[in-house]
């Protein structure tokens, strides 16, 4: 870990604690730090999320919801920061596939793979690094152009395994839940299939 | 990011805390209710920037009643670089406000912005005075020979 993202993990698990004993501060430093960096990587995340109003709702809502209740965040299992980006994530998802349901074209997003190549990688790394990652975006965009796949994709980089969520991106939610369970395996095979038949192609050719 | 796009941030957090009493940002919501002020003017009493405003807004708010009272104030003081002998007004006066209002059971609170808090005072001990008038002879009546 660097000794930037070392730092923020510090601050952060500090100001949880003062948070915890009753500091008055604490929860606005948290909400400043945690909006700019959480932001910051929804953001670059998403990126090609046009609606900027979901993303920020998304962030509010997650920060908000670990202020008013910050006792149900866990620090033996991961960072404080992890932890907010974790559920801003959801909510986002949540709400694309709301969107997507009402048929409203969203492109999706195609850094997953920081999570794939290294997922034990601490949330603050990748924050610093994000800048130097274009370049698996744009090979991940290229490998599925296809949006809903790339959500598909996201999900399960993010080790989603409620079927229901993968039903809500297919547009399937309706469905009985054996066909749902069916159809989302398909995908997901079919996508990993894909990946793999496009990236040993690019990989060969070069 | 930003500094526009932070500030909307930044507004949209306060706005979706400040029905909830125990952050800063409700004491202020009240504090503009009282005394009819918008945003703005409240931030220039203050001496506040955006910036500031969001800090003081998204602070928790000490309890009247906690021995910890006047530290607590002077932390958020010292942080938000609001003086602390204002900014623990602002906290009394909703403290008092909400106190009053809560004995006139039943009132939209709105109704009560610009009235000033000792008519309200004078309101809530009048309306606790007919209650206690009307209440006695009940009790007369009922208590056993």
Known sequence: MSSKSQVLRERTTLLHEELLSGSTVASAQLAELLLVNVSKFLKSTFFNVKDEHIIATSVEDAILTYLRNPDEFDPER???????????KWRLLSAISRK???NVELESHENVSIYSGEPDLPI????IAEDEDKRTF????EL????RDQ???????????????????LGISDQPQDVKR???????????IVIRRKFDRNQNHG | MDRTELENMMSGLVEK????????AHVLARYLMIEGFDQATLEGKLGLSADLYFRLAMCKRPEKDSPGFAQAVESISDYTMVDVIELSHIIRQVDSFESITGCLAGADETQFSGISLPALAAARDRINSEETENDDPEETESRPD
Request: hydrophobic share 40%; aromatic share 4%.
């Open chain 1, 124 to 127: 603050e790394d990748v924050l």
């Open chain 1, 144 to 147: 599925l152009p296809d949006s």
């Open chain 1, 100 to 102: 997507r349901e009402k």
């Open chain 1, 138 to 141: 744009k090979r991940l965009r």
């Open chain 1, 151 to 169: 959500a598909m994709l996201e999900a399960m980089m993010d080790g989603e395994r409620i079927t229901d969520t993968y039903a809500a991106i």
């Open chain 2, 17 to 24: 805390v400040k029905d909830d009493r125990r952050f800063m």
């Open chain 1, 182 to 192: 069916q159809e989302v395996k398909r995908n997901k095979d079919r996508i990993k």
């Open chain 1, 78 to 88: 991961g960072s404080l920061l992890s932890y907010i980006i974790t559920a801003a």
